[in-house]
């Protein structure tokens, strides 16, 4: 099947946030007596906000509102990231190949709209994507396929046609439940994640070309 488009997840593949994500996170959660386990951040990797607020809150027996929980990191994180978040190494090389080849571009995060656009702007990058999907934008998300599926749907393709290049386990398993191939990058912040069930692994953007994607 012919490639036609790429599907990137945003946090640890196209931007460098993580550090910044966590700080907001732990900042916010901390002010209202929340403090993570080892075990519950590995969790948290790759899924969206609310559904890990909600987790956090229901296994503490708290009185809180998740959804008010995760508009307070949003803001939080959208100052921080402010002259601190950069592009990661060979985003900006590959996004300018699947132009020049004529390939579609989207992003599909599990992290709240806010959030992903800001991160976008703040990086120049927003308005490189034809579609631009979040953590909002979906009734279930990732490892759930659903959010690789409508990413599909609205660019226009078959999931066949697409590549999804990820760094979380839940977004392995979102996009082969998608019937999707995936590469997987395996970087210092993927907390121990399994990303064995990808048809690729490599340690970041720069190994990744046009060549590589076609051959999955």
């Not at 951040?41 to 987790?55: A, H, K, Q, S």
């Not at 949003?74 to 985003?91: C, Q």
């Not at 590549?163 to 439940?177: M, N, R, T, Y």
Request: with cysteine; hydrophobic share 40%.
């Amino acid at each position: 099947m012919e490639l036609k488009a790429v599907l990137f997840d945003l946090d640890g593949v196209l931007v460098d946030s993580e550090s910044i994500s966590r700080e907001a996170s732990d900042t916010v959660l901390a002010r209202h007596g929340i403090f993570l386990e080892d075990e519950e951040r590995t969790l948290v990797f790759g899924r969206r906000t609310i559904d890990n607020y909600r987790r956090h809150v229901e296994r503490r027996g708290l009185d809180l509102d998740p959804q008010k929980l995760v508009e307070e990191k949003v803001e939080y994180y959208n100052k921080l990231i402010k002259g601190r978040l950069k592009p990661l190494p060979g985003v900006l090389d590959l996004l300018g190949a699947l132009d020049d080849a004529g390939l579609m571009k989207a992003v599909v995060s599990s992290s709240p709209l806010d959030r992903v656009n800001a991160s976008l702007e703040e990086v120049g990058l927003l308005l490189e994507f034809e579609v631009i999907l979040s953590g909002d934008c979906c009734v279930k998300g990732k490892p759930d396929p659903e959010p690789f599926l409508l990413a599909a749907e609205r660019l226009g393709v078959k999931p066949s046609e697409c590549v999804v290049i990820e760094d979380a386990e839940a977004g392995v398993l979102a996009s082969k439940a998608a019937g999707i191939s995936v590469v997987a990058i395996k970087s210092p912040n993927t907390h121990s994640q399994d990303l064995s069930s990808a048809d690729r692994i490599v340690k970041s953007l720069t190994e990744v070309d046009l060549e590589l994607l076609r051959s999955l």
